[in-house]
Each structure stands twice: as structure tokens, then as C-alpha cells.
């Protein structure tokens, strides 16, 4: 199966910048995906990726090294409104198109 | 609509009780996804539809849990003689395909279910 790991709590203060790693385990790795979740509310998607390296999105950027089993999720100038869980989630070759295996979140509380 | 909408957002049940979930995807949406969220931990696979075709049921924790896409569209998964353990949020995703090549899961905000 899939083991996906993640720190369960984070803080920062605003304007700050914090890196979220998500390392896994899986014997066919396809892609993965960083998601949004605030509380009460649907999760959204921030990234995916498939091939090494950094992809860079805004204020957000996802690292992956599919050697290590390792991601990361960098957050730049911090700002309140990015209190909120964030979801590493994988997809497998083995399993159904699509179906994503996430881990447990990662609760991030920005401080002013 | 715009988005994914699911109903009810909250559903109290007494244990043993019967409930249905609706889930009404994006227009168009090919992909069905219903995923199981405890307080605290990351949502967990039930099933997955394409089109009307269930292809995927071996999350689905038990027989008391059956869900269907009559049409191809709308999707209602069902949980017969609730128990405390079902009480989670229910999330109900859709996505143009497969999400596993590039295309983003689309999820609605969820039903909260409670037993007591």
C-alpha cells in the first residue's frame, strides 16, 4: 500500500515563509498532488507533479524527487488567510485512474 | 452548476438509521470520486464511478455502504443501519478524467454525518 507521511501541526507568523514535506511510499508512483483545505470547506487543488524538479505557482511552489520519495509545499509571504490544512495525495499505476491516496494533512496556523 | 454541490451539509442519524448522500458533480464531469474524511486525518477512497459504470468499489468499508450513478450525473451513496464509526464527512469529487494524468479533482465542500 501506500505511506504517505506529513507533519501534523505547523505554525508561522505573516509574511514569513514555511515548507511543508511530505515524504511516501508507494511501488508505482504516478503523480502528486498538494491540496487545499480550509476548515469546514472542500479541499482545492494547489499542484501536481509528475517529473523532478520545482514547479513554481504564485506565492506556492512544489518540490518532488521521486528518488527520495520526498515533496515539499513552499509557501512565501505568509498571509492570514493561508490558515488552513494542506493535503499531500498520490496517485498509483496500480490502482484506478485517478483515485488519489492522501495523507492524514498538515494544519498550518499563521500568526499576525 | 458551478461546482460540485453535495446535500444534505450536516445529517444528524440515530445509530441504525438509514441515510443517502447526494452528490451533484460539475456538468460534464466523466469521473465520480466519494471519499470518507475523519476529523483530523486525510480523506480515504470509497468508489469511483465513470460515466454510470461503478468501476472501482474496494474502499467501501462494508455491504452496508452502496452508492450509485443511475445516469451518468448525479450520484447518491447510501448507508443503511448506521453506526458511530460512519460519523465523517463525506466527500463527493468529479474530474473531466482520470485526475491520475494532469486534470484536477473537483471536490464539493462535503456532508458531515454524525451518529448518535
Known amino acids: 500500500g501506500q505511506n504517505i507521511d506529513q507533519p501534523t501541526e505547523m505554525t508561522a507568523t505573516e509574511g514569513a515563509i514555511v515548507q511543508i514535506n511530505c515524504t511516501y511510499q508507494?511501488?508505482?508512483?504516478?503523480?502528486l498532488f498538494w491540496y487545499q483545505q480550509h476548515a469546514g470547506e472542500a479541499p482545492t487543488f494547489l499542484s501536481y507533479?509528475?517529473?523532478?524538479g520545482l514547479e513554481e505557482k504564485g506565492r506556492f511552489s512544489s518540490f518532488l524527487s521521486r528518488s527520495k520519495g520526498y515533496s515539499y509545499l513552499l509557501l512565501k509571504e505568509l498571509q492570514m488567510k493561508d490558515s488552513a490544512s494542506y493535503l499531500c495525495?498520490?496517485?498509483?499505476?496500480?490502482?484506478?485512474?485517478?483515485?488519489?491516496?492522501f495523507g492524514r494533512g498538515t494544519q498550518l496556523t499563521v500568526w499576525p | 452548476g458551478a461546482g460540485v454541490s453535495q446535500s444534505p451539509r450536516y445529517k444528524v442519524a440515530k445509530r441504525g438509521q438509514d441515510v443517502a448522500l447526494r452528490c451533484d458533480p460539475i456538468s460534464g464531469h466523466v469521473s465520480l470520486f466519494w471519499y470518507q474524511q475523519a476529523l483530523g486525518q486525510g480523506p480515504e477512497f470509497l468508489t469511483y464511478f465513470q460515466n454510470e459504470a461503478q468501476l472501482d468499489k474496494s474502499g467501501l468499508p462494508s455491504d452496508r455502504f452502496f452508492a450509485e450513478r443511475p445516469e451518468g450525473s448525479v450520484s447518491t451513496l447510501k448507508i443503511q443501519r448506521t453506526q458511530q464509526e460512519d460519523s465523517a464527512v463525506y466527500l463527493c469529487?468529479?474530474?473531466?478524467?482520470?485526475?491520475?494524468?494532469?486534470?484536477?479533482?473537483?471536490f464539493g465542500e462535503g456532508s458531515r454525518l454524525t451518529v448518535l
Open positions: 507533479n509528475v517529473l523532478d
Open positions: 469529487a468529479s474530474s473531466r478524467q482520470g485526475s491520475g494524468v494532469s486534470g484536477e479533482l473537483f
Open positions: 508507494t511501488s508505482g508512483f504516478n503523480g
Open positions: 495525495a498520490l496517485t498509483d499505476r496500480g490502482s484506478t485512474l485517478g483515485r488519489l491516496y
